[in-house]
Nanobody, 126 residues
Framework: QVKLVESGGGSVQTGGSRKLSCVGS????????WAWFRQVPGKEREWVAA???????TYVDTVEGRFTISEDNAKNTLYLQMNDLKPDDTAMYYC????????????????????WGQGTQVTVSS
């Protein structure tokens, strides 16, 4: 059974930084995509960033230049370094993983991922 566990959430002031981690277990994907999504109450879960097995990364425009997604394959761990945080970044952050052929771009929609973590809350105060 594939399992993902996020950590690293918490409270931070505007302009501060936070690093999220997501540890995966139980999978043997050679080619895959990792992704971070976020969700606030009453809104749809939003794609934030993705990374594929070759290390190619993509970001939603609102976090481009502030957030960095990375992966440590040896530790089966995904990271999201978040800098210059803003109140609009306040959300529950979820990691997800999906086996995806190396020739394809990582999905940006919810339905593109079948395995999810439980989420970690990030709150940015002004």
């Amino acid at each position: 059974q594939v399992k993902l566990v996020e950590s690293g959430g918490g409270s931070v002031q505007t302009g501060g930084s936070r690093k999220l981690s997501c540890v995966g277990s139980g999978y043997r994907y050679t080619d895959h995509c990792w992704a971070w999504f976020r969700q606030v109450p009453g809104k749809e879960r939003e794609w934030v960033a993705a990374i594929d097995s070759d290390g190619r990364t993509t970001y939603v425009d609102t976090v481009e230049g502030r957030f960095t997604i990375s992966e440590d394959n040896a530790k089966n761990t995904l990271y999201l370094q978040m800098n210059d945080l803003k109140p609009d970044d306040t959300a529950m952050y979820y990691c997800a993983i999906e086996p995806v052929p190396a020739s394809r771009y990582c999905p940006r929609q919810l339905g593109g991922y079948s395995v999810w973590g439980q989420g970690t809350q990030v709150t940015v105060s002004s």
